[in-house]
């Protein structure tokens, strides 16, 4: 059974950062679309951060690019965000997603999802 476990939120001011990790088990990730996705509150669930496949480049979305880093470590099936210069406007709820193939960055494309990881950011 696939599980992805985020760990990693916290509540910090403007300005800081944050790491994210996910630990991913139960098949062998390395081939998978790994990526980060994140809700705030009466909001849709939307991409963040992702790898379509192990060895491809980073993708992320504009609001986050260049504040964000997303990595990955196959042979510790773990993904990692390091979130810098966060806003008031990254607080949701973080949820590292996984799928055996990209089919696309939104949230129907994707097969597993972790628990989430709450990130809130005050100003």
């Known amino acids: 059974q696939v599980q992805l476990v985020e760990s990693g939120g916290g509540l910090v001011q403007a300005g800081e950062a944050l790491r994210l990790s996910c630990a991913a088990s139960?098949?062998?990730?390395?081939?998978?679309?790994m990526g980060w996705f994140r809700q705030a509150p009466g909001k849709e669930r939307e991409f963040v951060a992702g790898?379509?496949?192990?060895?491809?480049?980073?993708e992320y979305a504009g609001s986050v690019k260049g504040r964000f880093t997303i990595s990955r470590d196959n042979a510790e099936n773990t993904v990692y965000l390091q979130m810098n210069s966060l806003k008031p406007e990254d607080t949701a709820v973080y949820y590292c997603?996984?799928?055996?193939?990209?089919?696309?960055?939104?949230?129907?494309?994707?097969?597993?999802w972790g628990q989430g990881t709450q990130v809130t950011v005050s100003s």
């Open positions: 139960g098949r062998t990730f390395s081939s998978y679309t």
């Open positions: 997603a996984a799928s055996p193939s990209w089919r696309g960055w939104w949230a129907e494309s994707i097969a597993y």
């Open positions: 790898f379509r496949q192990s060895g491809a480049s980073a």
